[in-house]
């Protein structure tokens, strides 16, 4: 298959599986609502039809045993209660993992076995018309680790041992009631699944688990188990704990929240609007070459002035191309914090306004993990459990909300939350006490100065580090993602009223305004979102401070960094008497950067550096100058 | 085998114990008693030492025994008794009681004679 078409089946896939996800979501919240279910169904049978014309064969069977579990689900009286909704989440989860596989030419990750043997239990249960209550034999068997061990310490095998009734079984509850029965003689029954009420009133298939020690042989215990009719199977295990934990190991771990973006559809209309400057391009360029050889300089300034418009239009509309709607990411949040919130037991609505924001592809790739951090945090340390939030006077549902806005070249994003805020005088007691912070620090505490130690590496309020919010690393990594892509984090936050966080990012990464300057030979470009100003000093303006070399500008006091030395070039002026600075805005402080000369302001095209530079202190990326030559950006950030 | 397997069945239905002792004989057991009540068949268990019992679970009560006790009365005769209980689909209950008294297995009616015999053998370790 050509590879144009695998592409496309991939961007699609992604695109579908989110919309799926995005369905379901809203119908676990309203499990009346038949069109989320419609949708869903719908999407699974056209992924199905993709994935059979690539010749996905397994993913096409699992795509058509979903299908199939959904139709009934549509068809039938099911209650998408939390579990039933667990199970078709888990088992989008696994599809979506098996269309990676098959993107990546691996071996398949997931046994689609297990979750469509897990649908099929969820339908076959609920058409009957009753919600029983079943727990993995995994789930139950923590509880009876204890017991488990104890049995092998007197010598017991623990099996496991799978039992199939016949078809045709009258009466199965008395049948399997009769190989537990059975099974008692030869040991003792630790557990059975479904559990011996459950088994009594038949409600469970034709098949059982339970778990046995004994002292018996495992054939021995299959022999007399097959002594009773209707029996159709038994298989027999051992029973194995740590088989247990990579079982559910396998089912966490293969949940990527969000994947990168792969491949985009572009409107066909601003491909044609592209095509259009093109041509008008094309047409100024014959120009161009006509009033050369004509030498008429009249017409040669015209056609230059074409040029300059046509040039940012096209500039533009390419740039426009890399933009996607950041609800890429953020559709993918509804989900986030459901699972998040669950597994937390507390109750969250999440809020999400100006999804619709377009945002440069590659600054929406990297922002994802840093806004489910932030979300993370949210969810873990912030909103409160539902009983705590009656208590102090909240409705019990906690609210998570996100908000997109422009402004001038920067894309806000405030994530917010009425949880229970950040208790500032804690974090600070906890500063101290880690020596993160000196105690003259302490006074004027403000919430960037909060934010500064929160952003610390290693540090972390909550007594015990949950599963959810990681190791304490985090914020400092939010921090450094957000600034690495031009971007600043800042944190506003009132005890017992909520939390949030504001991203500033630049709309794109192409295309920045830099301030052009030379130090020997070189010519660097600077960020102009990082600079403040540019002043001329006196050579004598430099003091030195504990060997710091420092200036003085309207009472300010701002170390400067001579860029020669720093990245180790020759200046051409070190011995001069006017000295160049260009001021670094810093969220801390302010830095000024010693230059040759200031050149001048102007756009630049951010080109990446190949990877065996990329690594160089300082330097960021590269752009072509006017006249060909090259100038290093710097990376304003990792100098300070 | 050298010798016949020998079966009593205990009914209060003439046409079950007809039926049962049809489908046994055909297969090649001796049916070496039959009794029509719980009471007569504890005490025929006691004489005849049978290798195997069917016996309906719904029987009128004799002095006090009716089916369910009579599974137990013959246990407490003999532990290793093979009793095999027979009854209708809605006694679950019942069947429960008699696999805890130690009957080694039960069969639900209706059932085929294939079914019949199945358990029967098993049950005799064939």
């Known amino acids: ?640 | 085998m050298g010798t016949k397997k020998r079966i009593l069945i205990v009914d209060d239905a003439l046409f079950m114990r007809n039926l049962l002792r049809d489908s046994l004989v055909r297969s090649g057991f001796e049916i070496c008693g039959e009794a029509s009540n719980a009471l007569e068949g504890v005490e025929k268990f006691k004489e005849l030492k049978p290798d195997l019992v069917t016996l309906d679970i719904v029987m009128p009560k004799m002095e006090e025994i009716d089916g369910i006790s009579a599974v137990k009365e013959i246990i407490n005769l003999d532990p290793g008794a093979k009793v095999i209980v027979i009854s209708a689909l809605a006694e679950r209950k019942l069947v429960q009681q008699a696999l805890i008294y130690g009957a080694k297995d039960f069969i639900a009616k209706p059932f085929t004679c294939e079914k019949l015999l199945g358990v029967v053998r098993k049950v005799l370790g064939e």
């Open chain 1, 1 to 640: 298959m050509d590879k144009s078409y695998r592409d496309l089946f991939f961007g699609e896939a992604q695109e579908y599986l989110r919309e799926i996800n995005r369905a379901l979501v809203k119908l676990e919240k309203e499990p009346a609502d038949l069109e989320s279910m419609n949708i869903i169904f719908r999407l699974t049978h056209t992924l199905k039809g993709m994935a059979a014309t690539m010749g996905y064969k397994e993913l096409a069977e699992f795509a058509h045993q979903l299908e199939n579990a959904f139709d009934k689900f549509r068809s039938g009286k099911i209650d998408f209660n939390l579990e039933v909704m667990d199970v078709i989440f888990e088992s989008i989860d696994a599809f979506a993992a098996l269309v990676d596989d098959f993107r990546e030419n691996r071996p398949f990750s997931i046994d689609t076995a297990l979750y469509v043997s897990k649908i099929e239990k969820i339908i076959a249960r609920e058409n009957k018309g009753k919600v029983i209550e079943v727990k993995k034999i995994e789930e139950d068997i923590k509880i009876d680790i204890g017991l488990i061990d104890k049995f092998k310490e007197e010598g017991c095998e623990v099996l496991r041992v799978a039992v199939v009734l016949a078809k045709d079984c009258f009466m199965k509850g008395v049948r399997a009631f009769l190989v537990l029965e059975r099974s008692r003689k030869m040991g003792t029954v630790v557990k059975s699944f479904p559990g011996e009420a459950e088994l009594k009133e038949e409600e469970f298939d034709y098949s059982f688990e339970f778990i046995l020690a004994t002292r018996e042989s495992r054939e021995a215990v299959q022999k007399e188990l097959f002594k009773i009719i209707e029996i159709e199977k038994v298989d027999i295990s051992i029973f194995d704990l740590t088989g247990l934990d990579k079982f559910e190991k396998k089912v966490k771990t293969n949940v990527p929240y969000l994947k990168k973006i792969q491949s985009m559809r572009i409107p066909v209309e601003r491909l044609d609007k592209i095509m259009n400057l093109m041509g008008e391009l094309a047409i100024a360029k014959s120009r161009l070459v006509q009033t050369m050889q004509a030498k008429d300089y009249v017409a040669l300034e015209e056609t230059g002035y074409i040029f300059e418009r046509l040039v940012p239009g096209l500039q533009d509309e390419l740039l426009k191309l890399r933009l996607l709607p950041i609800s890429y990411i953020l559709d993918n949040f509804p989900r986030v914090v459901r699972d998040l919130s669950r597994s937390e037991g507390k109750e969250i609505d999440l809020k999400i306004i100006g999804s619709e924001i377009e945002l440069d592809r590659v600054i929406l790739d990297d922002i994802g993990d840093p806004l489910i951090h932030i979300i993370r945090n949210s969810v873990d340390h912030g909103i409160e459990l539902p009983d705590e939030r009656i208590k102090s006077g909240k409705p019990r549902h906690g609210k998570i909300s996100i908000k997109v806005s422009r402004e001038k070249g920067h894309i806000i994003l405030e994530i917010a939350d009425d949880g229970k805020g950040i208790d500032f005088d804690k974090v600070v007691k906890r500063a101290l006490s880690k020596n993160l912070i000196k105690l003259e620090e302490t006074i004027n505490i403000d919430s960037a100065k909060i934010f500064d130690i929160l952003a610390a590496p290693g540090f972390s309020t909550k007594e015990e580090v949950t599963e959810l919010s990681g190791r304490g690393v985090g914020l400092d990594v939010v921090k450094n993602t957000i600034e690495s892509l031009g971007g600043r984090v800042e944190l506003e936050s009132e005890l017992g009223k909520g939390t949030k966080f504001v991203l500033t990012l630049p709309l794109t990464l192409a295309i920045i305004k830099a301030m052009l300057v030379s130090v020997g030979e070189q010519i660097y470009a600077i960020p102009l979102m990082n600079i403040r100003e540019t002043v001329k000093i006196n050579k004598n303006d430099i003091k030195l401070v504990k060997d710091l070399e420092v200036i003085r500008i309207r009472d300010e006091v701002i170390p400067v960094i001579r860029l020669s030395k720093e990245l180790n070039i020759k200046s051409f002026k070190d011995a001069s008497a006017a000295i160049s600075v260009v001021i670094v805005e810093g969220r801390i402080k302010n830095i000024g950067f010693v230059v040759d000369n200031v050149l001048s302001e102007q756009d630049i095209v951010v080109k990446p550096l190949s990877s065996f530079i990329k690594k160089v202190k300082g330097i960021t990326g590269a752009t072509i100058l006017g006249d060909g030559g090259v100038a290093l950006i710097l990376d304003v950030a990792s100098i300070r």
